[in-house]
Structure formats: C-alpha cells, structure tokens
C-alpha cells in the first residue's frame, strides 16, 4: 500500500486549501457576528488546574517548575468553560471564546487530540436563547462556504431550515420505543434494572455490569444519534439530570435539565446549558464524575475550588461549546477533521 502524503506536500495542500480558506472565511464571519450582538472576545488561559471533571474526558498533563524547582500539575484545558464562567462572575454580560482545546485519547473522522472550540455565554438570558444563536450559525456558515447543503456520510441537511427541537425522552421513544423517563425518579436518581429491561426489549444488547449512564449512551450510540440532523438541524432537549453535566435542572420536569445538544447529519456539533450556579450541587456532581472516571480508568483529575467559588456568585446565565472544525466539514463536505485544520497534529 503507498504511505499518503503528507499535508504539507504542495499538491496535497492544494486539494486542501478550498476548504481551509472556507474555515477562514466562517471565522471571520462569527466573529462579526458576535461583535455586532456586543460579545467581548476573551483569551483564556490554556493551562489549568483542572481539566474539567467529566468522567469519560482524557486531558493532556503537564506541570509547571518555579525557579526554586518546586513542581505543581497542571492541564491543558479541555474547555475554556471554567475560565469564562469566572469571567462572568467578573462582570461580563456577553463573552465568547474562539481558540484551541486539547483531548487525550481522541483522534478519527471526527475527533483530533487539538481541536478548536467557539464556547459563548449569556448572562441574564435563557438556553433557548442559544438555540437560535445556533439556527443562524448554521445559515452563516452555509453562506460564507457557498452551499445550501450539509453532508457527511451520506446524511444531508438544509442548514437554512429551522432546526427541529426534540427531547431525549421523546428521541428514545421514537427512534428505540423505550419510555426513558419511566426510568428516572423525581428526584433525579435512576433505575438501572429498568432501563436495562427496557434495552432488552427493544432489541439492544448489554453488559451485566452496565450502569444506568453506560445503558442510556448504548442507545444513544446505536439508535438515538444516527437519526438526528437528518434533512435538517436537530436540537436535541432535556437530557436527563444525571447526564446534566453543568447544567441546572429544569423547572418544567426536575427529572431532567436545561441541557441540549445541536446535532445535523448525525454529527453532534454544539453543547449547551441553563447554567447550574448551586457550587454545592456542582461539587456533588465533580465527585461523582471523578468516582467513575477512577472505576473506568484509574485516575481522577482535581477540583478546582476557585471556580466553585466564583460559582456560587455568578448570576444566572447559559452558555454553549460548539466545535467549530466539525462545523467546517459538514459546510465544506470533508470526510475527516484533518482535511479542514490547517496543521493537524502528527500522529
């Protein structure tokens, strides 16, 4: 088999370039969009305390050496969400980040270890709001790469089509026939055995030791995300508050939370919160992250305490993290991650 070339041979940057160029024109175009709305543009620090606290997230170490030799573990950071959430406890009303990011143990079609990340925040204002931030970057995007279609791997999307807003609940009953909230108690705890019933039932394999979480992410791999996006956007609503991350629970349902993902052509492109601004309840959260990361995989990252401080301050906001070279392949019709970053990391 002939070895491909690699990126920075000429005929292969030229087959490239299209599409990079396009990337560019798309990030001069949500930065204008942003600013015209009264968004500050922050740097955050890529180094960290902590990386973040989601089980299932692999960051990158290091450490940092005074001049008296004394050495401190550091992160790259895996989101800039932390810093920015200090940043609206600061005072700011309305403020984006547009930079790389950094995830250990991802690299395929559509994940890359650096990847770059549009995060944004709202302060005052309601996740819904994101929804529609989310409906126009679509559009924009859409027109600075000159398409009127999406496609990745034979799935298409109109991006100029109002996206459709589902819930997790009515997702898994329309695409598994599983009565996901029949599992989930008022109180937010869950019923694994339920679940794993309800699994059995609709035709979906499982482990013995499987937890409620590694149930609900089974059908969400094979029955749930392969449908959405398709012919147009899907927000995908209402996550359960167990799988709530940052997020507050709602006040419709308390069983589920003011969490939503922004999927199209099967691709999840976009994250984003009602924000949870209870530091107690987001310690609680961090420790449980961490317990099943250590069952998983060994390990656990630190908490850092200073964000939980600025939590517990921060006025009622929502915010997003969409990945902005994910959004460049479906604008452009790339296959893999690698085609529309300018330098991707040697493998």
């Known amino acids: 088999m002939t070895e491909a070339s690699p990126w920075w041979t000429p005929h292969v940057h030229a087959d490239r370039r299209p599409r990079l160029m ?9 930065r204008g969009w942003f600013a015209e709305r009264d968004f500050v543009e922050v740097t955050t620090a890529g180094l960290q305390i ?3 606290n989601e089980a299932h997230l692999a960051a990158f170490a290091t450490e940092a050496i005074a001049t008296d030799g004394a ?3 550091l992160y790259l950071h895996t989101s800039p969400e932390f810093a920015c959430k200090k940043l609206l406890t600061a005072g700011e009303k309305r403020l984006f980040s547009f930079g790389p990011v950094w995830r250990n143990r991802e690299r395929g079609p559509l994940h890359h270890p650096e990847f770059t990340m549009v995060e944004w925040y709202r302060a005052g ?3 819904e709001s994101l929804m529609a931030d989310c409906a126009a970057f679509l559009k924009l995007a859409a027109e600075r790469a000159g398409t009127k279609r ?3 791997r034979g799935r298409e999307a109109d991006p100029f089509a109002e996206p459709e807003r589902l819930t997790v609940a009515e997702a898994f009953s329309r695409h598994a026939g599983i009565d996901l909230l029949a599992t989930v108690s008022a109180d ?3 019923d694994s055995e339920a679940l794993r019933a309800a699994l059995d039932g609709a035709g979906i394999r499982s482990a013995s030791d499987d937890s409620w979480a590694d149930l609900f992410s089974r059908v969400m791999v ?3 995300e392969p449908n959405l996006g398709q012919g147009r956007a899907t927000v995908l609503c209402e996550y359960p508050v167990s799988e709530a991350a940052l997020a507050r629970p709602s006040a419709r349902d308390p069983r589920v939370a003011e969490r939503f993902e922004l999927y199209c052509c099967g691709v999840e492109l976009a994250n984003g919160f009602g924000e949870l601004t209870d530091a107690a309840e987001q310690r609680r959260r961090f420790g449980l992250e961490m317990d099943e990361k250590e069952r998983i995989y060994g390990e656990r990252y630190p908490i850092d305490d200073d964000f939980l401080a600025a939590l517990a301050v921060m006025p009622e906001a929502s915010g997003i993290a969409l990945g902005f070279d994910r ?3 479906l604008a452009t019709g790339a296959a893999r991650i690698d085609d529309v970053i300018w330098t991707p990391v040697a493998e």
């Open 22 to 30: 396009a990337r560019n024109r798309i990030a001069a175009a949500l």
């Open 71 to 73: 050495r401190k573990p």
């Open 222 to 224: 094979e029955r749930v």
């Open 125 to 127: 204002e309601t996740y």
């Open 327 to 329: 959004l460049i392949m």
């Open 188 to 190: 937010g705890s869950t």
């Open 150 to 152: 999406f496609a990745f």
């Open 50 to 52: 902590s990386p973040g």
